[in-house]
């Protein structure tokens, strides 16, 4: 059986983490069932960013119809998947080689614990003296009849080619991301989600604009409704859901899981290593370190302390492999972290929502807007924009800003770096900003 000193699962932000091991002396193992790369350059972000890149331009043509735009063009799916793969496709040889290169032993395969220290993948077993799990996630478990005919996001990413109707069961980023995509690929979409209101993480006056979006484009979205079942038959999926007390069936070509993801450390024995987990993750102290087992450290997806997010899992690493190195000494500060939905317009957020902010009973001014008249959307004739500011009135600090409309996941970065360096409301307001730009438009916010 050989030993190693650091053993790394996963291969996202486990990478980073494996070649700072490596470069610091350790024998170094990296074991992942998935190709390596990790979820978001391979099955994630990357790729569907790439989609929603080409949706925008079909978005832009048809909203500029008649001002100066006269046909559509023609689209091309197939050709797009193509486009795609030539992002993700070199990724996978490319990081196995840097493995290669810097020593780093590579296992195909589950991890899982057997016994104190001792992993198996496959019919191999291997030991190690430390511990980096950066496992990701994976769909969560819905616990219903037939959950199995649903397809995940990875599957929906290597489509050969679309159906003309596309379900969604679940109202999260997946589901808004990936409708909007597929509508402008003239798919017929579908959005079912079993509570009051989708996107829970975000602003409520954000998301209706974005549903309100949604619906012009023609996405139907079935809120207060719970799946219950899922059957094939024939060429058809059909959905077995109760809305409002009441049974009702719906029909598909194609069914999209899309009601969330839950850490993918379940399966893999942390009992046997004294691992204390909860449903969002391993549980870890301020330096990434496990609560209850001192050799094991773990970061992004894989632990319990902060928003999902590639950046997030990204500094998560860099913190773990520092103090998996050389003892516990750097802690993590988040600050305020930005996140987006990339829909069409896209929804951006950083921050407090109202809601939170009103909890915690803060004394906050809220400014929101509809912008659709403004003419940063005017020229592209958008479909909806706005924006919603708090301010703590006692420190005129801005403690949350939430976005939609065209650049929105751009403009809010600036509202990121403000609030981390804690710049005035009031000094943001008096700064002067390229002009026309989004950008430009936050001097108009307070």
């Not at 037939?146 to 080619?161: N, V, Y």
């Not at 317009?345 to 008249?373: C, D, I, M, S, Y």
């Amino acid at each position: 059986m050989e030993k190693f000193d650091v053993v790394v699962i996963g291969s996202g932000s486990g990478y980073n983490v494996a070649m700072r091991c490596a470069a610091a002396g350790k024998k170094t193992a990296i074991i992942d069932h998935q190709p390596f790369g990790g979820t978001c350059a391979l099955r994630g972000c990357d790729p569907k960013k790439v989609l929603v890149g080409i949706a925008h331009v079909l978005s832009l043509n048809e909203q500029l119809i008649g001002k100066g735009i006269s046909t559509l063009p023609e689209f091309s799916w197939e050709d797009l998947m193509k486009f795609k793969t030539s992002f993700t496709e070199p990724k996978i040889p490319k990081t196995e080689e840097n493995l290669e290169k810097a020593g780093i032993t590579q296992y195909h395969g589950r991890a899982k614990f057997i016994d104190e220290n001792i992993i198996q993948v496959n019919d191999q077993k291997i030991s190690g003296e430390k511990f980096a799990l950066a496992n990701g996630a994976a769909p969560s478990r819905l616990s219903i009849p037939g959950e199995d005919l649903l397809i995940d996001s990875t599957a929906f990413l290597s489509l050969q080619q679309l159906p003309e109707e596309i379900l969604f069961v679940g109202g999260g980023f997946i589901a808004f991301e990936f409708a909007h995509i597929v509508s402008r690929f003239g798919v017929k979409a579908t959005i079912v989600h079993r509570g009051e209101m989708p996107l829970s993480n975000f602003d409520v006056d954000m998301v209706k604009l974005l549903m309100k979006a949604s619906e012009k484009l023609g996405i139907r979205i079935l809120l207060n409704t719970e799946v219950k079942s899922i059957n094939k038959k024939e060429d058809r999926f059909l959905i077995h859901a109760e809305q409002h007390g009441k049974n009702i069936e719906l029909s598909t070509q194609l069914a999209v899981h899309s009601a969330g993801r839950a850490p993918d450390i379940f399966d893999m024995g942390l009992e046997k290593m004294r691992i204390s987990f909860d449903k969002k993750g391993v549980k870890v102290n301020d330096y990434m370190q496990s609560v209850s087992n001192v050799n094991v450290y773990a970061c992004g997806d894989a632990n319990n302390k902060c928003m999902p997010l590639t950046p997030v899992a990204a500094k998560e690493g860099i913190i773990l492999s520092d103090n998996l190195l050389k003892g516990n000494y750097k802690k993590i500060n988040y600050g305020h972290v930005p996140y987006n939905v990339f829909s069409i317009p896209p929804v951006a957020a950083v921050g407090l929502t109202e809601h939170a902010a009103k909890h915690q009973g803060l004394n906050v001014k809220v400014r929101f807007k509809e912008t659709t008249h403004w003419y940063s959307s005017r020229r592209l004739n958008e479909i909806v924009s706005g924006y919603k500011i708090l301010v703590d009135n006692d420190t005129d600090e801005i403690i949350g800003a939430h976005l939609v409309g065209p650049n929105a996941a751009e403009t809010i970065n600036i509202f990121a770096v403000a609030m981390n360096a804690k710049v005035k409301a009031s000094d943001l307001k008096k700064s002067i900003f390229s002009y026309p730009t989004n950008a430009s438009d936050i001097v108009h916010m307070f």
